[in-house]
């Protein structure tokens, strides 16, 4: 790969529409926060002549971090597309965030890609979290190279980093992750620090020097020859190792030379079958340069050795009722079967839909059908509707360039879908389809909100219908019990880009107040009461009397309302007041106002009066009945328990354990998994566990993940209810 002396004429300004999935190679870009992969999409961008300077469009505008937003944090907050042309093939280029907070937008690049680019910092090397995506990666069998960057560090060193690659993500067998090409080191500068100035080919022997700002080939010198034998022999060897042809390493082996044609051959199959996984440097133009170190390799590894989306497996495909459907899936002649993979928002254009075209061909002014599942837990409805496509195009930073269609393969932006939600699919009217969702993590980390004034309130509503629409990664929850409205979130930037989303786009400012648990009373004990109410003066009046008697049940068994009333002390019709009564109050809660539960109620006296007694007078009395059970009783705060289990790195569990216990965490039990991880299982206070998303990721680095779930309600400790109670009454 990369033997010929490209001169790629411009393509800046020209919206390119692929015309046969072969023509079409999909690749996202991941790596951790600051890795370089925006400033690598718009060298590539820049090489394949699609922008006239580096990283800029006409109009003065980034590729790929174009939204004002990215500008102000100084880093990615969602997905890019940035396409470009290279040797006839259109490259759909996928820019990811690197931070956690934004693994929604990573794994909507991932559903649309075809292959990945892990993008590692010389500076850096590799982080934990990024070792767990190439597993997940490896997982599904999806293609991968390494790219790595900033080589003009200071101690960056090309050999090192690609030994540590080699050991993070080679697994079993190392030899399957070499580079392609050594970096060829210009003069030293004062530093001692010597740059890289150009490439050497290990299949092709040939120096591609860069420091002219184009790519200038020429022949080694003898000085570059012993290193250069010695890597050669390791790649051919690698790459053998991975043949298809079993006869290969034996011949080789026997000293049989291998054509270069053949081993380039073996090694683009290799590539795109997932088992073996190139190394490259690369880094961006300078100042008036056409083009970047490796970037005309990085460019020829994809088109060459990148799977075509022929070559991908599809998403299972189910009508909306369930039943199993077979496509010839990536056939722009089958039936429409497009994904929505992000969702935006323009100001002047409205929502833009990214769609992923798995089957058939998607064009303007169709009717598709849009069906939406699965996501009702996160705020969003069940939807089956039919809706026009609009204008088609394919973004290039904010521009928007018209094409005429979007053919099976490749990626292209709907605008003005009016219900299309990240996640749904789209299909033909007449025969429409079901793709199965992608895995999102859960959002975890509550961000409670109130309107800041009158004229927000009237926007709120329609303002966070709109985000959670577009970030599936993210929960609405309006709680029936704090009567809070709650935006569950990844974490604190995830947080923070919602809020200003809202203000910015939105037009809406909140306020965010503390989070609230759901809180839970029950009595401590057996208690009695008497609810008297009597008005006798002047008009109709009012006469009830009832004594109850409450005694606390095991937990879960929620309210038990016993009749035990003789000789029609209480009339029969008058005590189903009696009991809706006291359910009431116990709803709205006897001592800090949070609900009562777990007691049986018994109804066991009263009086009655043949004219002013009713069913508002006894429902009035079974409510002042409870109180003053429960103004003699001891009440217990209940809280809620969650299950939590915590994913963790062998080398951290002894930390998260302590943790969880410092939480009031009970410990249930460990279990080893893969990959040297260990599987915590813990029942928590829901209260101790409101920023654990955040904890978590700090303890371990950023390696955990965790998952929740609603155990049940159990007894606060006396001193932390106190401390509640008196937050209470602070408040008040």
Request: aromatic share 4%; glycine share 10%.
């Amino acid at each position: 790969m990369g033997d010929k002396a490209h001169t790629h004429p411009g393509a800046a300004g020209r919206a390119t529409a692929a015309d046969h999935p072969t023509s079409v190679r999909n690749v996202v870009l991941v790596g951790h926060s600051g890795s370089g992969k925006t400033t690598l999409v718009e060298a590539l961008a820049l090489t394949a002549g699609a922008v006239n300077r580096a990283g800029r469009v006409e109009d003065g505008g980034c590729v790929s971090d174009y939204d004002d937003m990215e500008h102000r944090q100084q880093r990615s907050v969602q997905l890019s597309l940035v396409p470009v042309e290279w040797d006839g093939i259109k490259i759909n280029l996928l820019d990811t965030p690197g931070y956690a907070d934004f693994v929604g937008e990573l794994r909507a690049g991932l559903r649309a890609a075809d292959a990945a680019l892990f993008v590692v910092s010389a500076s850096d090397g590799v982080d934990g979290t990024t070792r767990v995506l190439w597993e997940e990666c490896a997982a599904v069998g999806m293609p991968r190279a390494i790219v790595i960057t900033h080589l003009e560090a200071a101690r960056a060193d090309f050999e090192e980093m690609t030994r540590i690659c080699a050991d993070a993500f080679g697994g079993d067998d190392p030899d399957a992750v070499l580079p392609l090409y050594l970096p060829l080191h210009g003069p030293p500068a004062p530093d001692g620090h010597a740059p890289v100035t150009g490439l050497v080919g290990l299949l092709s022997r040939k120096l591609f020097d860069y420091a002219s700002g184009e790519r200038v080939a020429s022949e080694p010198g003898e000085a570059e020859l012993p290193q250069l034998d010695e890597a050669r022999s390791m790649l051919i060897e690698g790459i053998i190792s991975e043949s298809e042809d079993e006869t290969l390493m034996e011949r080789y082996l026997g000293g049989e030379q291998v054509d270069v044609k053949t081993l380039i051959e073996d090694l683009e199959r290799a590539v795109a079958r997932g088992v073996f996984f190139p190394v490259l440097a690369a880094a961006p133009a300078t100042e008036g340069a056409r083009q970047g170190l490796g970037t005309v390799e990085l460019l020829d590894l994809i088109t060459r050795g990148f799977p075509t989306p022929l070559e991908r497996a599809a998403p299972r495909v189910t009508t909306p009722e369930g039943a199993g459907r077979e496509l010839r899936m990536c056939d722009p002649e089958e039936s429409l079967v497009a994904e929505v993979v992000k969702t935006s928002s323009d100001p002047y254009v409205g929502r833009i839909s990214m769609v992923r075209v798995f089957s058939g061909t998607l064009r303007a002014d169709q009717t598709v059908h849009v069906s939406g599942h699965g996501m009702t837990d996160r705020g969003h409805e069940d939807h089956d509707v039919d809706e026009r496509i609009g204008a088609l195009s394919t973004p290039f930073g904010k521009q928007q360039r018209p094409v005429s269609h979007v053919i099976a393969g490749d990626l292209g932006c709907v605008a003005k879908l009016t219900r299309a939600e990240t996640g749904d699919t789209l299909s033909a009217k007449d025969d429409p389809l079901l793709m199965a969702p992608w895995e999102m993590p859960d959002p975890l980390l509550p961000l409670a909100i109130e309107a800041h004034s009158k004229p927000d309130e009237d926007k709120l509503s329609q303002g966070l219908a709109r985000l959670v629409a577009e970030d599936p990664t993210m929960r609405l929850e309006h709680n029936q019990d704090t009567h809070q409205v709650v935006l569950w979130c990844l974490g604190e930037a995830h947080a923070d880009v919602a809020l200003e989303r809202l203000r910015s786009r939105y037009g809406v400012q909140v306020d965010v107040v503390p989070h609230r648990v759901s809180l839970r009373e029950t009595f401590g004990g057996r208690a009695a009461g008497r609810g008297r109410h009597v008005k006798q003066s002047g008009g109709h009046g009012q006469y009830a009397i009832c004594e109850i008697e409450v005694e606390p049940l095991p937990g879960g068994s929620g309210i038990e309302f016993v009749d035990k009333v003789v000789g029609g002390a209480v009339p029969r019709q008058f005590v189903p007041s009696v009991e809706k009564g006291v359910r009431t109050q116990a709803a709205k809660g006897v001592a800090a106002g949070h609900p009562l539960i777990d007691v049986r109620i018994t109804l066991l006296d009263g009086k009655a009066h043949s004219v002013d007694s009713s069913d508002a007078a006894f429902q009035t009395a079974g409510a002042l009945a409870l109180r003053e059970a429960a103004a003699e009783a001891r009440i217990h705060l209940l809280e809620p328990v969650a299950e939590v289990s915590v994913l963790v790195g062998d080398d951290y569990v002894g930390a998260v354990m302590s943790d969880l216990s410092g939480r009031r965490g009970k410990v249930l039990g460990t279990e080893q998994t893969s990959g040297g991880r260990t599987l915590i299982r813990a029942e928590v206070p829901e209260i101790e566990i409101g920023r654990y998303a955040v904890d978590l990721r700090s303890l371990s680095h950023g390696t955990a993940r965790f998952d929740r779930r609603y155990a049940r309600h159990e007894p606060m400790p006396a001193q932390v209810a106190d401390r509640m109670r008196e937050e209470v009454r602070a408040a008040s």
